[in-house]
């Protein structure tokens, strides 16, 4: 973990003097626009350079620059800046995401926010979170009703067709639905302030350092069908089991 939370202390050198500055924004390209700034790539530079000296044999997922060694036993998962979205309009709801897997399997993960100096990360059985220098350990929180339940997703253009349709289906079912957050979502919902995640066409970058903050919070994350979540696409996260029971219920329907 000690590597994990260097590697973030760098990225978030690299990435803080362009929040907010007016950096310049590219398009990866497709039909949909897919933005990517300097800070993306160099922060993902930053992070590869450390780990191509500390860990030669290991695997990297990384979003900028593709997989390098994905047969490798272990393999460290990278989105430099996971929400460019809100990163190039200003808000503080993207983050830096680290994670690592042995055989496929989620080891460890961490999210970190350095503007707002916020920072969640698993342990072995457990999940913390720090603030401005002090340290705990957070949960989610029970709620095993869709009516109470308070659901995040990261933007309404995540879902189209049949998708768009069973994501409706959710969102009637709940107390209250808010738009926005990406990882800090996920995060949110580890510390308990929200009950409830659903996105779709996720990379598996987007989710694999999330599965051990979710799980060791205790919380529950899968495919919209309560399947295996790591390879992304449609995720389904929830603070409560049997809350994620009755979405999967919704959401299959």
């Given at each position: 973990?000690?590597?994990?939370?260097?590697?973030?202390?760098?990225?978030?050198?690299?990435?803080l003097?362009?929040?907010?500055?007016?950096?310049?924004?590219?398009?990866?390209?497709?039909?949909?626009f897919?933005?990517?700034?300097?800070?993306?790539?160099d922060?993902?530079?930053?992070?590869?350079?450390?780990?191509?000296?500390a860990?030669?044999?290991y695997?990297i997922?990384?979003?900028?620059?593709?997989?390098?060694?994905?047969?490798?036993?272990?393999?460290?998962?990278?989105?430099?800046?996971?929400g460019?979205?809100?990163?190039?309009?200003?808000q503080?709801?993207?983050?830096?995401?680290?994670?690592?897997?042995?055989?496929?399997?989620?080891?460890?993960?961490?999210?970190?926010?350095?503007?707002?100096?916020?920072?969640f990360?698993?342990?072995?059985?457990e999940?913390?979170?720090r603030?401005?220098?002090?340290t705990r350990?957070?949960g989610?929180?029970?709620?095993?009703?869709?009516?109470?339940?308070?659901?995040g997703?990261?933007?309404?253009?995540?879902?189209?067709g049949?998708?768009?349709?069973?994501?409706?289906?959710?969102?009637?079912a709940?107390?209250?639905?808010?738009?926005?957050?990406?990882?800090?979502n996920y995060?949110?919902?580890?510390?308990g302030?929200?009950?409830?995640?659903?996105?779709?066409?996720?990379?598996?970058?987007d989710i694999?350092?999330?599965?051990p903050?979710?799980?060791?919070?205790?919380?529950?994350?899968?495919?919209?069908?309560?399947?295996?979540?790591?390879?992304?696409?449609?995720?389904?996260?929830?603070?409560?089991?049997r809350?994620?029971?009755?979405?999967?219920?919704?959401?299959?329907g």
């Amino acid at each position: 973990m000690a590597t994990a939370h260097a590697l973030a202390d760098r990225a978030g050198a690299v990435i803080l003097p362009h929040f907010r500055s007016g950096c310049a924004v590219d398009h990866k390209g497709g039909d949909a626009f897919d933005p990517v700034t300097v800070a993306d790539r160099d922060a993902e530079t930053a992070i590869r350079e450390t780990l191509a000296s500390a860990y030669p044999s290991y695997g990297i997922i990384g979003e900028e620059f593709g997989t390098l060694r994905p047969d490798a036993e272990y393999c460290w998962v990278i989105d430099p800046i996971d929400g460019t979205r809100a990163f190039i309009v200003g808000q503080p709801l993207w983050g830096t995401l680290i994670g690592l897997t042995r055989a496929g399997a989620p080891l460890l993960g961490l999210m970190d926010q350095p503007f707002t100096g916020e920072r969640f990360w698993s342990g072995e059985s457990e999940t913390f979170f720090r603030h401005e220098r002090a340290t705990r350990t957070i949960g989610t929180r029970p709620c095993p009703a869709l009516g109470e339940a308070l659901l995040g997703a990261s933007s309404p253009d995540l879902f189209a067709g049949e998708d768009e349709r069973r994501f409706a289906a959710l969102s009637r079912a709940v107390r209250l639905r808010r738009f926005g957050g990406d990882c800090y979502n996920y995060c949110l919902l580890a510390l308990g302030q929200i009950d409830l995640v659903a996105e779709a066409g996720l990379k598996p970058f987007d989710i694999l350092p999330l599965i051990p903050i979710i799980e060791r919070a205790g919380g529950v994350v899968s495919s919209w069908e309560g399947g295996d979540p790591r390879q992304g696409g449609r995720i389904l996260a929830a603070g409560d089991p049997r809350l994620h029971a009755a979405a999967v219920e919704v959401l299959t329907g």
